[in-house]
């Protein structure tokens, strides 16, 4: 199973590449919303951890920009966010997220996500 990570903090993409990577996932990550599209470009992930607050394209666009093109429609995007409004997670609902997951977050709560994905997986988990 691959991830994409998409965060302009260090520490949270270090962090989250370390916990999936134990896990035995493939792990890529991006800072910006550009490199990000890129990456779901070439990388075809099978799950993607977005923050909002990017440098370049945020989140709102990079997600909103993925669910126009078909073989992305049903990608897991998962928000990954300081922002706690009300607003911003009906905005982010709104672009097509899967779910909308505020800092700071549990990371066994990721961990169990991409666990319970990587079981529907027809190759199962990785």
Known sequence: ???????DEPHITHMLRVL???RGYQVAVADNGE??????????PDVMFLDLNLPGKNGFQVCEELRQVPQFQNL??????AQG?????ERGMAVGATDYITKP????????LVQELAERLPS???
Not at 1 to 7: E, N, P, S, T
Request: glycine content about 2%; hydrophobic content about 45%; cysteine-free.
């Open 105 to 112: 977050f549990s990371p066994r709560h990721l961990a169990d």
């Open 1 to 7: 199973m691959k991830i994409l990570v998409v965060d």
């Open 76 to 81: 897991p995007i998962f928000i990954l966010t």
């Open 124 to 126: 199962g988990p990785a």
């Open 35 to 44: 490199t990000a599209l890129d990456l779901v470009h070439r990388e075809q």
């Open 20 to 22: 999936f990577q134990k």
């Open 85 to 89: 409004q009300d607003l911003d997670r």
